[in-house]
């Protein structure tokens, strides 16, 4: 489109920025540079000593652990993962997972993954959102790391119910039987990226990598978008 007739569409139709709901100036895309600036971002990439990390620790095997940004109660990154998930704004998945992925590619041990694979969503959830958040967060990454992305290999079975107002013991009661592998012969041996959107208690991961690990012989790493303190 012309690029007067894009500055009128502008105009009437501001794009906003996913985080603080300001207009975007024509060269910010989905986060306007203030927020780009002031987002809490985790760092934990860089020391593997963090609370995310520890949380695991006794719990599962891990490689690598790091999330990108702190979710905290009523702050922008909480608004930006209401708007992926609940706003049908799945392109703030893969551009997060862009961002995150121009950083981790160059970061050891997490640059030497060779799948990624997002936990997959369960199958009504995903038939009302039409799409994963993390598959979205997890193709940025992919993209970025130049590392593929699998969707088939790790199923979830429809039996969950609704984890919010449980505590951990029963959400690990819940979820500890729900995933399973699919071809263990394709993973076999590989590092592989698993990868959620927000980081509560662990027991989505712990899940997922326990299906893995009973599964087949295989090294994990571990991305979120958010780690809850
Ligand atoms: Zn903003």
Known sequence: MPQFVNDIVN??????????????????????????????????HRNPDHPMGRSLWGRVQCEGVAAYLFFRKGSKVQH?????????????????????????????????????IPVPLHPKRQRERGYNQSEMFANGLGKAMGIPVSIQNLRRSSISETQTHKGRVERWENVKKIFSVEDPEVLEGKHILLVDDVFTTGATIEACATALFEACNVKISVITIAYAE
Do not use: E
Request: some cysteine.
């Open 11 to 44: 105009l009437f139709f501001p794009r906003l920025c996913q985080a603080c709901g300001d207009a975007l100036s024509p060269s910010d895309d989905q986060v306007c540079l203030s927020c780009m600036f002031h987002l809490p971002y985790t760092h934990f």
């Open 80 to 116: 930006l993962l209401h708007r992926l998930k609940y706003k049908g704004q799945y392109q703030v998945g893969t551009f997060l997972g862009q961002l995150y992925g121009q950083i981790l590619v160059n970061q050891p041990p997490f640059n030497t993954a060779q799948l990624i």
